[in-house]
């Protein structure tokens, strides 16, 4: 069956533009969580996505990021004004449910570079 | 808060030996913790994880970990380690928002 898909899976772009990241869930899954992933700071949870209820953000690094999720489904996580240290690899991962007992699954990720 | 510490970035083991990757976690509630593994250029995916019904798990590849409380630890081992193992190792604690607190990693080196 199809996992999650992230696209695109490089992007290269120039420091001050703006870069959206898609991320396609598998189907079914009510939860969606994005997480960063870039040298000397291992893996860091971004933004979390339940049903209907409201995101928590509480990871967003700044308010140069944002996060939406349309109709429970694709999420679009985007970076305005890219800076160098945005750079990294962005890592979606989806769950049937919010509970802690469930499995996330993750996407292969979109890796950014911003010159 | 929930966070977990891995020791040693990198472990390096001959083909064939015991692989133990360590990681001890710091929890104000019972844990959910997990491992997961990246392979080069791939996404994380699950080798297994812990949920309060048995200590011992057991994941794929022939992985397992034993969840210790009075160490708070949960370490993760291989009898015998294969060229294929070779990759990066994430443990990982469930934090309050659901999300996944992860390690530094180890990154795992097979040695023929």
């Not at chain 1, 991320?23 to 996505?49: M, V």
Request: include cysteine.
């Amino acid at each position: 069956g199809a996992g999650v898909s992230q696209s695109p899976s490089n992007k290269v772009t120039e420091k001050g533009k703006d870069v959206e990241l898609r991320c396609d869930p598998i189907s079914g899954h009510t939860a969606l969580y994005w997480y960063r992933q870039s040298l000397g700071q291992g893996l860091e949870f971004l933004i979390y996505f339940q049903g209907n209820s409201a995101p928590d953000k509480s990871g967003l690094p700044s308010d140069r990021f944002s996060a939406e999720r349309t109709g429970g489904s694709v999420s679009t996580l985007t970076i305005q004004r890219t800076q160098q240290e945005d750079s990294a690899v962005y890592l979606c991962a989806s769950s049937l449910g919010g509970g802690p007992h469930n499995e996330q699954f993750f996407g292969p990720g979109t890796r950014l570079t911003v010159l | 808060a929930q966070s977990v510490t891995q020791l040693g970035s990198h472990v390096s083991v001959s083909e064939g030996a015991l692989v133990l990757l360590r990681c001890n976690y710091s929890s104000s509630v019972p844990p959910y913790l997990f491992w997961y593994v990246q392979y080069p250029n791939q996404g994380l995916q699950l080798l297994l994880k812990y949920t309060s019904a048995a200590t011992l798990v057991k994941g794929i590849n022939g992985f397992e970990a034993e969840f210790k409380k009075s160490e708070t630890s949960f370490h993760l081992t291989k009898p015998s380690a294969h060229m294929s193992d070779a990759a990066e190792y994430f443990c990982a604690v469930r934090g309050n928002n659901n999300d996944m607190r992860f390690g530094a990693g180890t990154r795992l080196t097979v040695k023929p």
